[in-house]
């Protein structure tokens, strides 16, 4: 049996001398492990006025990890916050076994206990939905580069969009030569598989006469199934994480596959680019100019900047689409990583309103953000003397996120507000703390969902 204890209201049958001798003081997400028929643990949520989201996401993770040797639970858990706790519990206890040859932990059987009222069941749905979207973005990220190809991405999502009420089209590498995704297809070259072009579109259900129009948002996420550099070939030390290069695409077609069942009141339609980056057979060479989908001309200098292109494409059919916002998500700079550190994404946007709403969103869901600038005085340094643009500056070792960003602008209309989620530090944790676990995050998942439930007002 888990108890939750207010550190501020520890149990009177437990003597302060004992619970000093354990060192259990109702910190959140401590356990005190008490024998019995059941055994019971106590489970400390901090003091009873500061819970909040953030401290009952922390607290259900560390709670995962420290009943992994209990098969069948019975959590008595507050009605506040239950959302939070259950996220956190799923996110806290998750490992990617996939490939491991021992038999994994059994089940385990969580009997809860809490107030039956509409609200706490509607709580419960949400946590296990947006939970398991971030584990399956998780999953996607952890498969190996020779599991999830581009072919192989495009088939899950197909399937995961017929599971989850969505639409769904895959363009083949015929479709995409059609539709002029210069980017797209260059990025490709270098690799013996083809790419794809995944379309996903979510519409609520029919509205009233009497409601205003529903309002639509473009989702677009970066897919490199592995990014080997191509020509620009990356340090063996690099290569080991590049399996995590579609984190983007995963976090889209995650957050996607919960509209449905959580009743999202507006349109939504996401974009994923997906293909590899190898210096195969016939790889884009630096110097190389591509046609991109807008018309734009780009000379590559660097073919490790390869997201940027597939991306450009990608940006420009949303665009064409005129929705009331696009957003995308991409591990796309070092630059990012160094300047934010492995907690905190990058927020690069053309519009404070949409700035303040993913800000806010990434506050409710337990993933912050922070924006950096897109300068236009830096807007000179993507010239190119051969095309319209380059998609690097040579010889730039400064603000190469925001020269990143502003490469993007240009394939988004003006008129459309536009974000740009670089996760590059927060798509992968080494670290086996509170809800992250080493390897894959869901980063952006959550974000993304809570963005979308409050955005059609």
């Known amino acids: ?16 001398a004992f619970l000093a001798g354990s060192g259990f003081a109702g910190a959140p997400g401590q356990t005190l492990h008490l024998p019995g028929t059941p055994a019971t643990v106590l489970l400390g949520s901090g003091p009873r006025a500061g819970y909040g989201p953030d401290t009952a996401r922390a607290t259900g993770a560390r709670l995962a990890r420290a009943v992994t040797g209990y098969r069948r639970l019975a959590l008595s858990a507050p009605d506040t916050e239950l959302r939070a706790l259950v996220e956190g519990y ?3 206890g998750y490992r990617f076994t996939g490939y491991a040859t021992t038999a994994p932990a059994a089940d385990q059987r969580i009997d809860l206990v809490t107030p039956d009222t509409s609200s706490s069941r509607a709580a419960l749905a949400a946590g296990l939905r947006v939970g398991a979207a971030v584990l399956l973005a998780r999953d996607l990220v952890n498969e190996p580069g020779e599991a999830l190809t581009p072919p192989e991405f495009a088939e899950r999502a197909r399937r995961i969009a017929a599971d989850s009420g969505l639409e769904c089209e895959v363009w083949d590498a015929d479709r995409i030569a059609h539709e002029r995704l210069g980017g797209l297809l260059g990025v490709s070259r270098g690799s013996l598989l083809p790419p794809r072009l995944v379309r996903l579109s979510y519409r609520p259900a029919s509205p009233a006469a009497t409601t205003p129009a529903t309002r639509r948002i473009a989702l677009v996420g970066k897919g490199v199934t592995y990014d080997a550099g191509g020509l620009s070939l990356k ?7 590049m399996k995590a290069d579609m984190a983007g695409a995963a976090a889209v077609l995650a957050a996607m596959s919960t509209l449905s069942a959580l009743n999202c009141p507006v349109a939504v339609d996401g974009w994923l680019p997906l293909t590899e980056n190898m210096p195969n057979g016939n790889p884009i060479r630096v110097g190389d100019v591509l046609r991109m989908r807008s018309g734009t001309t780009v000379e590559v200098r660097h073919a490790d900047a390869e997201g940027r292109l597939i991306l450009a494409d990608a940006l420009t059919l949303a665009g064409e689409t005129a929705p009331d916002a696009v957003i995308d998500l991409a591990t796309l700079t070092d630059a990012a990583a160094v300047a934010l550190g492995r907690r905190i994404t990058a927020l690069l946007a053309t519009d404070d309103t949409l700035t303040e709403d993913l800000r806010t969103a990434g506050r409710r869901a337990g993933e912050e953000l922070w924006p950096l600038p897109l300068p236009d005085s830096y807007r000179p340094q993507l010239a190119s003397r051969v095309a319209d643009l380059a998609n690097y500056t040579l010889g730039v070792r400064h603000g190469t996120a925001l020269l990143a960003g502003l490469f993007l602008r240009e394939f988004v ?4 507000p536009w974000a740009h989620l670089d996760i590059q530090g927060t798509a992968l944790s080494d670290t086996d703390e509170g ?7 869901g980063v ?6 809570e963005y979308l439930l409050s955005a059609g007002g």
């Open 435 to 441: 809800e992250w676990v080493p390897g894959g995050t």
């Open 413 to 416: 209309p003006p008129d459309i």
């Open 1 to 16: 049996m888990v108890t939750p204890v207010w550190s501020d209201e520890l149990p009177s049958q437990l003597s302060p």
């Open 235 to 241: 340090p063996n030390a690099e290569l080991a994480a």
């Open 444 to 449: 952006g998942v959550r974000t993304l969902i």
């Open 90 to 92: 799923l996110l806290g």
